[in-house]
């Protein structure tokens, strides 16, 4: 498994912004799916968006499309989440898959510990 580190996370107003980063360690990604996922209390752990870095080629969730943009370089992930709504709100996780594995349970089977995104009216 790969160990993931996210940061970034804090409290912001309605229509802010904020970037996630997540940091690989002692790893390159090459071939591998990324990807962010999160959880607000009492709801199901949503994906948010995937990145498998043969294609570069993005996946969003309905819910942030247009207003959240995932990208990857070398050891790094990054969210970019703007005009952040209430609804955002919710601990933020990235995950990734071993190399050549698809982006599809249960293939990301690396998670990191998470960081909390809090979004006030």
């Known amino acids: 498994q790969i160990e993931l580190v996210e940061s970034g996370g804090g409290s912001v107003q309605a229509g802010g912004s904020l970037r996630l980063s997540c940091a690989a360690s002692?790893?390159?990604?090459?071939?591998?799916?990324v990807g962010w996922f999160r959880q607000a209390p009492g709801k199901e752990r949503e994906r948010v968006a995937t990145?498998?870095?043969?294609?570069?080629v993005p996946n969003y969730a309905d819910s942030v499309r247009g207003r959240f943009t995932i990208s990857q370089d070398k050891n790094m992930v990054y969210l970019q989440m703007n005009s952040l709504k209430v609804d955002d709100t919710a601990m933020y996780y990235c995950?990734?898959?071993?190399?050549?594995?698809?982006?599809?349970?249960?293939?990301?089977?690396?998670w990191g510990q998470g960081t909390q995104v809090t979004v006030s009216s």
């Open positions: 002692g790893y390159t990604f090459n071939a591998n799916c």
């Open positions: 990145l498998h870095t043969l294609t570069g």
């Open positions: 995950a990734a898959s071993s190399r050549y594995r698809p982006c599809s349970d249960p293939w990301l089977n690396s």
